[in-house]
């Protein structure tokens, strides 16, 4: 019994390894992936690398803002395209792709109003993941499976845990220090100069 449910769990791990891996190797999708990975290599490891401020969370509730509209577009164009036929699968697409635009409007709106939640789910990595696994569900590189949703699900303490030891594990970069200590010294403004 054990072994059939690590087996289960292993197919589950390869999965969701494909899911990330497969972005990069389609050329539609490649020009979305990218853009997203390098918004979470750059904004991880020079902003958030020891939390997330308001700014920080607005700034990353662009990219799911602006992948929700590519991926409607994608959508639109591949229906009149006729490359798909509308039906519960696209519809789906849709539904994530608005719900994607959604959450990043949300971390926006809710960011500017401070709202201290948004350093929370305005995190880099979790747009980043949440962007990562649906990009190629909504571009058709991968049909939806419980086996995909599960993993999405499953993997996704995983994911945290990996990029919270590569925060760990990495110095600290010099461009973050020297922001710091911008922020505790003298404020520089019209009225200070």
Sequence with gaps: MALVFLGFLWELFKTWIH??????????????????????????F?????????????????????????????????????????????FGKYLISVIVLIYGLFIIINGIKGRSFVRYIGRIREVTYVLAIFTPFVYGEIEPSYRYFLSFVLFFPLFYFLVELMDRLIPTPQAYEEDKKQESGPKYGPGNL
Excluded at 30 to 37: A, D, G, H, S, T
Excluded at 54 to 73: E, H, K, M, T, Y
Excluded at 81 to 89: L, S
């Design 46 to 90: 020079f902003q958030e690398k020891k939390g997330t401020s308001f700014g920080n969370a607005i700034s990353n509730g662009i990219v799911p803002l602006w992948v929700g509209i590519d991926w409607i577009r994608t959508l639109t164009s591949q229906l009149v395209e006729k490359k798909t036929v509308f039906g519960f699968i696209v």
């Design 19 to 44: 899911t990330f891996y497969v972005s990069f190797t389609n050329g539609e999708t490649i020009w979305i992936i990218i853009p997203i990975w390098l918004s979470w290599f750059f904004a991880e």
